[in-house]
């Protein structure tokens, strides 16, 4: 770069207008004069504005917009089917349609199955039983076959067992 042509310039580039400097100190003074007149600028911040100012405009600013939501059950709906479904819940149980059971009503087959699978003992069947009831008469009419009382002694006794007895 050439730096000779500096300290030869005798053109800066800047003008003023034409007779700019001549009332520059009356307008200057005229401008002095208006301010000293108007003291208040006519703006005014209620007291304590500052003090808050950030915590509003921060409020204001991260306050998300909220999306209004269509409830898939009203509420009213709700309850109007709820108190339906209990109606008929509490109909069905009361013992309006429930059958008196009886043992007459009991099938053989069924108080055997009941004995076999939930494993109830001679103990509890024997307290079931009147010695009234039970007589020597109703065992006597009944006649075992050989073979029969052959095969119960081989499935549910031991030699040891009948040896012991």
């Known amino acids: 770069m050439k730096t000779n042509k500096i300290h030869n310039v005798t053109n800066s580039g800047l003008k003023a207008p034409k007779d700019y400097f001549d009332n520059l100190e009356d307008r200057l003074m ?25 915590s509003s405009i921060l409020s204001k600013v991260s306050e998300k917009e909220t999306t209004k939501v269509i409830p898939l059950f009203n509420k ?8 339906i479904a209990a109606a008929v819940l509490l109909l ?10 009886s043992w007459d009503s009991l099938d053989t087959e069924t108080v055997e199955n009941y004995i076999l699978d939930e494993n109830v003992g001679s103990y509890e069947i ?14 006597d009419s009944l006649e075992f076959a050989d073979e029969a009382m052959e095969d119960y002694f081989l499935e549910n006794t031991s030699v040891e067992d009948l040896i012991i007895k």
């Open 126 to 139: 024997a307290s079931l039983l009147l010695v009234d009831d039970i007589s020597e008469d109703d065992f």
């Open 30 to 54: 005229a401008e002095i004069k208006l301010n000293e007149t108007v003291s208040d600028s006519g703006f005014k911040a209620p007291d304590g504005y500052f003090d808050t100012l950030e």
């Open 76 to 83: 009213k709906n709700l309850l109007y089917f709820s108190s």
């Open 92 to 101: 069905f149980n009361l013992s309006i349609f429930e059958k008196e059971t």
